[in-house]
């Protein structure tokens, strides 16, 4: 920001500057460890963090007049900042409350694509979305972040699950009208050039974060100590719970998909009614017994009635003579 202008108007010498944050935080964190010791190492990162955001502040005042070169500095040196704070969540925090961290950044990256359409951007926060799913579909250890709550739907599990979901839904929402009209060639080689792949991919992760949630607040529910773990025995109030919630889920999802007009929101819950009804007739019901064998049925019965109606009003229906017009 401090140099003579003809430096400053370099593309090359903002994206060195950017670069320079991480070659510099291998010294100081040794510095950082030997006076100060490891309780709070994130606020290094946070303090190089803040640094990379304000000298892209200063760019606006005393930057580059060229655009190009401009543009290079905004970017790299927010990508710079994102960088940091993306290392400081694990180093300063732990267990859900890194995952919710980077959803919460991955969010903000998107945010900051749409403003300064930099590639780097969208996949940097596309790339922080996959590793929040990783961790919380496929991370057998989230299960002992926390003993069993008290009330388990408001307990740990729904902010670990449901703020994340929402970050997701938030980078889809960012994505979906200017993913395709901003792809590069090279992107259009990969992607096409229809489809929002990405946003939908970020809707998708944020689907599967509300099922997870769905399954481990009923399982929390009926764990019968204080640990959660994912139970392989038989219960019958658990399991009809789960194909009730499993239901109550296809129907959400199948009005969503018909208030928007969503092709892929209907089959999913297609897909999901179906899996609940091969649950209730090849599991639940080898299984229960008395009320919870006919609250099954009556369950599955209700379900199947109400998205027929659904499909045969809505997405079926015969057109009127005014509307054939």
Known sequence: VFAPRALREQA??????????????IGLRHAWLEVLGPSA?????????????GAATAVRARGPEAKGARRVAMVWLTASAAGFVTLAIPLQLSNEWITVGWALEA??????????????????????????????????YVLDYHPKSALPVLGWLTYTY????????????????????RRRSWERSILGEKLPLLAN?????????VFAWINLTIFEYFAP????????????????????????????????GMWRQSTALRVTSLALILGTSGKVFLYDLAHLGDLYRVASL????????????????????????????
């Open 298 to 325: 009556a369950g599955l019965a209700i379900s199947l009635i109400v998205i027929s109606l659904a499909y045969q009003r809505f997405v079926f229906r015969r057109q009127t003579p005014e509307e054939a017009r």
């Open 201 to 209: 991919y970020a809707a998708t992760g944020a689907l599967l974060l």
């Open 12 to 25: 090359w010498a903002w994206r060195t500057a950017a670069l320079a944050g991480p070659l510099y935080l």
């Open 107 to 140: 969010l903000a990256l998107t945010a900051l694509w749409r403003r300064f359409d930099h590639t780097g951007l969208k996949y940097l926060a596309l790339g922080l979305g996959s590793a929040v799913m990783v961790r919380l579909l496929m991370n057998p």
């Open 41 to 53: 190492i994130g606020l290094l990162a946070l303090g190089l963090a803040t640094l990379s955001i």
């Open 162 to 181: 449901l703020v994340p979901a929402v970050c997701l839904l938030g980078v889809w929402f960012l994505l979906r009208t200017e993913e395709v009209s």
């Open 225 to 256: 100590g204080s640990e959660l773990v994912i139970p392989f025995d038989r219960l019958p109030a658990r399991d009809l719970t789960l194909s009730i919630a499993w239901a109550l889920y296809a129907l959400v999802l199948l009005a969503l």
